[in-house]
């Protein structure tokens, strides 16, 4: 019984012990490509949070290891990723300068205080609170942060010292600076970009016409940015441009992540704590959506609890090992899939990969020009902008589209904080509106059936006196005044309405709130001299409705079905009831809609 509880936290305990060699080739085989794109990638988003470019080497080295132990998904690529670096870059900026040691103990603190709740929410199964965010607000936060990061990288392709944090001080700081520009690092980051973008669309299709195979085709666009890296390094270390003002990565030690403690003050943490709660479920959101998806391909299942335990051990392995808070990454997640991981011991070996780098390759980076780099994000980002959710959210709800349009407002107008709240907001408020307004619908018998249908989208039968209402939504606080409303002015001025029939097949909850609408509904027609009456109620609802005295004073009976009650009010309904007027008959056809 210890066993299984124990494979339950420690997933690596279950899959290991099938680990066998063909998992072990395939996964080595992914590990080298992953290892070969995160390389660049790393270096690029430590520079993205305004850190030292080592940071990001070391923020994909431990965390990935304890992903593996802890991790449910078999494809999941954990590290840095572009999002988080920008939400990193917006909350430490606040509270100590870039470049400082201030800075990057802050970093730690940050990802020790979001692998903190990562971890909390993942033992108290709160998984569930990332639903509240709605997938068209996410989807327009990423959207508007991915123009934020590729505008805040183009101060590296021009070679300027621009600044800002809203998309309009970016614009406007680059523009003072425009003629301050650097035509050496412009070309370098230019031509980098341009190259970035051809390798990415093109460099697979001519290999592929070149007689290259699939495989190796794939591995040589997925090094594309390395190329980037080699050719630019060895132009500016061959020609000395360096000296002509093209902003070089320096020195990067040569060693593996280091020991490091985060700053557990009151007052530092104090000021971190909010900025963490909204990296964690924005990366919590971005890692599960991504190692979702990619278990469906293969039918494999994702806990999302367990995911949180595990990004929690990721996060807190970051802050101790001189790195930053890290998630899953959607394109180092596909592109481990696609290699053929099959196990996460593919992201251990992606570790181990990296800490050679760490420590034999570092030396060569020194003339890297900060300008790749910058390059390097922009053709990563820009793949996340998507403009296609304002057409399609327009056109399905308005909204929806409201709320993503306000959250790309937001966010590139007041900021990264700014807008993932408003994110956060808009989501639940948008619930919130949607369910204190449910659909409720006037119901009546479909001839020759023991069906009941919507009076105004088919031809049904009903009588003058009895009124059968449908609610399409569990029943709470934010609704139950909204169904007192409709109910008591649907039966006013009604003179031969007898009977009040709610049908409650949709209806899952009823809280303490809706109980006592209900109440009141039941005392007011009673008032009138109409009878309420309950159908279809569901088990859980029964038993919450017989804690309290509701059923004693409801003035009707409760029926097992809708055709019951019809048949025990009216004794015989198929004679009794009369068919609809043409003017209440909408003409949509029964097939679309009940």
């Known amino acids: 019984m210890i066993l299984p509880r124990i494979r339950k936290y420690i997933p690596v305990l279950d899959w290991g012990r099938s680990y066998d060699r063909t998992a072990f080739g395939d996964d080595m085989v992914a590990a080298i490509i992953v290892t070969i794109m995160l390389i660049p990638q790393s270096l690029a988003y ?8 080592e940071a990001g080497l070391y923020a994909s080295i431990v965390p990935i290891i304890l992903y593996a132990v802890f991790g449910t998904s078999r494809a999941l690529a954990v590290g840095p990723v572009a999002v988080v670096s920008l939400m990193t870059a917006a909350a430490i900026g606040n509270v100590a300068e870039a470049g400082t040691i ?35 607000v996410i989807a327009g936060f990423i959207t508007a942060s991915g123009i934020l990061i590729a505008a805040s990288q183009l101060k590296h392709i021009l070679g300027v010292d621009a600044d800002g944090h809203t998309l309009w001080e970016m614009v406007a700081s680059l523009v003072a600076h425009l ?10 980051g230019a031509s980098a970009t341009v190259f970035l973008f051809w390798v990415r669309k093109g460099l697979k299709p001519t290999l592929r016409k070149l007689g290259v195979g699939a495989r190796l085709a794939d591995v040589m666009t997925k090094a594309g940015p390395v190329a980037a890296v080699i050719a630019t390094t060895i132009a500016v270390w061959y020609f000395h441009l360096a000296d002509v003002g093209v902003k070089i990565v320096g020195d990067v030690p040569q060693s ?12 530092l943490m104090s000021e971190l704590l909010v900025p963490a709660i909204l990296i964690s479920v924005i990366g919590f959101v971005e890692s599960i959506s991504v190692a979702q998806t990619l278990a469906a391909k293969c039918r494999q299942r994702i806990n999302p609890d367990q995911e949180l335990i595990g990004l929690g051990a990721a996060n807190l392995g970051a802050a101790f090992t001189g790195g930053y808070p890290v998630t899953g990454g959607f394109a180092r997640s596909v592109v481990n899939f696609d290699a053929g991981a099959q196990t996460p011991a593919a992201g251990a070996f992606t570790a181990i990969g990296l800490a050679i780098a760490a420590i034999a390759l570092t030396p060569l980076v020194y003339f890297l020009p900060k300008a790749t780099l910058a390059a390097t994000i922009i053709v990563a980002v820009l793949s996340l902008v998507d403009f296609s959710i304002l057409k399609t959210s327009w056109r399905y709800s308005k909204a929806d589209f409201v709320a993503v349009l306000a959250t790309i407002i937001l966010t590139l107008g007041f900021g990264v904080e700014v807008g993932v709240t408003s994110g956060v907001v808009l989501s639940i408020g948008l619930f919130l509106y949607r369910t204190s307004r449910p659909h409720i619908a006037e119901v009546g018998l479909v001839p020759s059936t023991q069906h009941f249908r919507n009076i105004k989208r088919h031809n049904v039968f009903t009588d003058p006196s009895v009124v059968t209402i449908r609610i399409d939504e569990s029943l709470y606080f ?8 409709y109910i008591l002015d649907r039966v006013v001025g009604e003179e031969k309405l007898r009977h009040v029939i709610l049908m409650c097949s949709a209806i899952n909850e009823i809280d303490l709130s809706a109980l006592e609408s209900l109440e009141a509904i039941n005392h007011r027609l009673d008032e009138m001299g109409i009878a309420l009456h309950l159908s279809e109620v569901k088990g859980p609802v029964m038993d919450r409705l017989k804690c309290a005295h509701f059923l004693e004073e409801l003035t009707g009976k409760v029926f097992l079905s809708q055709y019951d009650a019809m048949s025990d009010l009216l004794k015989e309904p198929s004679v009794s009831v009369a068919p609809t007027s043409d003017a209440d008959t909408a003409t949509k056809p029964a097939s679309k809609a009940v």
């Open 179 to 188: 003629s301050s520009t650097n035509l050496v690092t412009l070309v370098i």
């Open 46 to 53: 430590a520079l993205l949070a305004g850190l030292p470019p």
């Open 256 to 267: 593996l992540p280091p020991l490091t403690l985060p700053d557990f003050s009151p007052g």
């Open 102 to 136: 201030g800075y990057a103990v802050a970093a730690l603190t940050l990802a020790a205080l979001s692998g903190a709740i990562l971890l909390a929410m993942g033992i108290f199964k709160l998984g569930f609170l990332a639903n509240f965010l709605s997938h068209p």
């Open 478 to 485: 934010a609704n139950a005044r909204f169904l007192e409303d």
